[in-house]
């Protein structure tokens, strides 16, 4: 079955005021990590909380994981306690990159049961319609309906590794497709792609403004990429972020997707580096 996926700036508009609703501002720049709080801090929507990808929706980089592993069951539902997230809560998350980081946080909320949707356009579609924006910090209130944190949709190095013989499922890359293919490769200490593993941009899921394309769009674009592939789909980008954009296109196309293998491309080119360090 099919998640629940995208709210438009007008919807969101008109249950701004409603009990129970936490608005979550997820921007993200990987190459400056306080600009998404600052930008947050010069304009946002109003009641948005804001919510770190490098800090919150992420634990700690290691030796031998991605850039943005998930954080531990424990500090996430703490995080959701401190930002007013309980069982009854909807949540709505924004960026200004058509969902690319809120697509995480979408992810990560979602296989926890919380009804959550991702800002169609983000703040740009938001601005657009000619709705307020409110400068400053909004302070939460904090839930004291703790939320039991799992990951059943997490996919690990060794779940990948052991699928070469096993061949269960079929990696799906959404990085571009210079670095799918090597040619451009600025942040990990190898170039390439998981062996076996297909492309799809995440960039493809958006229209020229940064929105979603229709749900008929994209269920005849994935339909045609996956014609032929029988296995189910794990996806994967650089760090497990990106990746989380084509699993919300799929589910708004009305495909089933869920799993991501959140080490991802850093992690995997650990791997492949250390294993060229041994030889």
């Known amino acids: 079955m099919a998640l629940p996926t995208m709210i438009s700036a007008t919807q969101l508009q008109a249950m701004i005021d409603q009990p129970d609703l936490v608005i979550l501002d997820s921007r993200f720049y990987l190459t400056d990590h306080d600009k998404g709080r600052e930008l ?49 809560t909807q949540v709505i998350v924004y960026d200004d990159m058509g969902g690319a980081i809120a697509s995480r946080a979408w992810w990560m909320l979602v296989q926890q049961g919380i009804e959550v949707s991702v800002l169609d356009g983000g703040l740009p579609a938001w601005q657009a319609a000619g709705f307020m924006v409110e400068a400053g910090v909004n302070e939460a209130t904090k839930s004291d309906q703790r939320i039991e944190v799992s990951y059943p949709w997490l996919i690990s190095e060794d779940d990948v590794a052991a699928n070469f ?49 229709t749900p008929s769009l994209l269920l005849e674009e994935w339909t045609q990429l996956l014609e032929h592939v029988e296995q189910p789909i794990v996806y994967y980008c650089g760090s497990g972020v990106t990746a989380c954009h084509n699993v919300l296109a799929m589910n708004y196309a009305g495909l089933e997707a869920k799993h991501v293998y959140v080490g991802s491309w850093s992690q995997w080119a650990k791997r492949m580096h250390r294993k060229l360090s041994e030889c």
């Open 165 to 213: 013989e096993a061949d269960r499922f079929q990696l799906l890359d959404a990085r571009a497709e210079d670095r799918f293919q090597g040619e451009n490769e600025t942040m990990d200490p190898v170039a390439g792609h998981i062996p076996g593993a297909m492309n799809r941009p995440f960039s493809r899921n958006l229209n020229e403004k940064g929105e979603m394309k």
């Open 40 to 88: 947050y801090e010069v304009g946002h929507i109003p009641s948005a909380l804001f919510v770190d990808l490098h800090h919150q929706l992420a634990g700690p980089e290691t030796a031998l994981s991605g850039r943005h592993p998930l954080p531990s069951p424990e500090t996430f539902s703490s995080t959701l306690s401190q930002l007013g997230v309980g069982p009854s």
